[in-house]
């Protein structure tokens, strides 16, 4: 089945540094990657899509200078956080809606997760 | 704003019973939808979904119903096991909008 990985997993960093996280399509080609962010036991929010070659479309709220998306091939999204603060820790996931096929067209699959904790 | 919602934050079942996990969703325009099930520490995982032209849909112990008329939706696990504790999420979609997810019910299966 389709598979869609995170890196790093997990990730500590200071306050005021810059994170990257990367999001991979392992077996199929995804036109539209998502990126979630999820609070402890809260639902996962919708950050901002992007499709390959284009620029991100950002989530009222998300600040798209804050969080930097990279779509740059068809198997890689990275999501970039910028002088990150402690109010960014948080578990960010990514998801892959591939061009053609998957169950229904509609589906999307999810990695799983990055764990950033900034101290 | 469209709005997906739990009626049940927490649900404990024995186990070998069936759960009921009930979704209410607000956007009448939604035609897709999807359960998901996310265990502790790890991303959402495919269960389940139906379209708005159906509204019963079965797979492996799972069944998803759909009552488009009160926008009520449902997921029930059959003979529910001790791996089937984790979080549960609706979530819905409205033509090429994004998916939109509800907040959760947390199943805990009582071995």
């Known amino acids: 089945g389709a598979v869609v990985s995170q890196h790093p997993s997990r990730v500590i960093c200071k306050s005021g540094t810059s994170v990257k996280i990367e999001c991979r399509s392992l077996?199929?080609?995804?036109?539209?990657m998502f990126w979630y962010r999820q609070f402890p036991k809260q639902s996962l929010m919708l950050m901002a899509t992007?499709?390959?070659?284009?620029?991100?479309?950002?989530e009222q709220g998300v600040e798209k200078d804050k969080f930097l998306i990279n779509h740059a091939s068809l198997t890689l999204s990275t999501l970039t956080v910028t002088s990150a603060h402690p109010e960014d820790s948080s578990f960010y996931i990514c998801s892959a809606r591939p061009g053609t096929g998957g169950r229904s067209g509609h589906e999307q699959y999810f990695g799983p997760g990055t764990r950033l904790t900034v101290t | 704003g469209e709005s997906v919602g739990l009626h049940l934050p927490t649900l404990s079942v024995q186990e070998g019973d069936n759960s009921i996990i009930n979704c209410a969703y607000s956007?009448?325009?939604?035609?897709?939808f999807i359960w998901y099930k996310q265990e502790s520490g790890k991303g959402p995982q495919f269960i389940i979904d139906?379209?708005?032209?159906?509204d019963k849909r079965q797979g492996q112990r799972v069944t998803v119903l759909l009552n488009k008329t009160v926008k009520h939706l449902s997921l029930q696990i059959a003979a529910t096991q001790p791996g089937d504790s984790a979080v549960y999420f609706c979530?819905?979609?409205?033509?090429?909008?994004?998916?939109?997810f509800g907040t959760g019910t947390r199943l805990t299966v009582i071995p």
């Open positions: 139906i379209r708005s032209n159906m």
């Open positions: 077996d199929f080609q995804a036109t539209t």
């Open positions: 992007s499709n390959e070659g284009s620029k991100a479309t950002y």
């Open positions: 979530a819905e979609k409205a033509g090429a909008n994004n998916l939109f």
């Open positions: 956007n009448s325009a939604s035609d897709y």
